[in-house]
């Protein structure tokens, strides 16, 4: 049985980059850092969720080939690698405080059905949204 998410890996094209973004930028807190066996190691998590890492991974060898590689950086570059969303309590408060940390958006936050939203890039491409979400009703049964 699956009991949830353990771990998102977020294609990256340099590591120092995606460290200054996350972690820097992002107020991500690093869980790991280290080369081991020609791979480099890091993850990330947001301080108020641990239980859910990202791993920031270089596409290539040794996990995928130098072809496949070209391509999944080809597709981070160009934006088609929508990761997710980032939950927030106050999408404009958060929005306000990430612009004035040099985070650049693709969309102000905006009301939407399921609350406030708003979007972003990472440094290489990968597109996010930042989420408040409104309260789930359930109706009675």
């Keep these: 049985m699956i009991t949830g998410m353990a771990l998102v890996c977020v294609n990256v094209l340099d590591m120092d980059e995606a460290r200054d ?3 820097g930028k992002l107020g991500f807190e690093i869980d790991i850092d280290q080369v081991q066996d020609g791979f480099h190691w890091m993850v990330v998590h947001a301080p108020a969720q641990p239980e859910v890492p ?28 929508s990761v997710g969303a980032f939950a927030t309590q106050d999408c404009w408060a958060t929005y306000r405080d990430l ?37 789930i009703v359930t109706p009675p049964r």
Excluded: C
């Excluded at 791993?55 to 072809?67: A, N, S």
């Design 54 to 81: 990202l791993m920031l991974v270089l596409p290539g060898p040794p996990v995928v080939d130098g072809d496949v590689a070209n391509q999944l950086r080809s597709l981070v570059a160009t934006g088609h690698m």
């Design 21 to 23: 973004f996350y972690v």
């Design 99 to 135: 612009r004035a940390r040099g985070v650049e958006f693709i969309e102000e936050p905006e009301e939407r059905f399921y609350g406030v939203d708003a979007a972003f890039r990472d440094p290489f491409g990968n597109h996010w949204r930042l989420t408040q979400r409104k309260p």
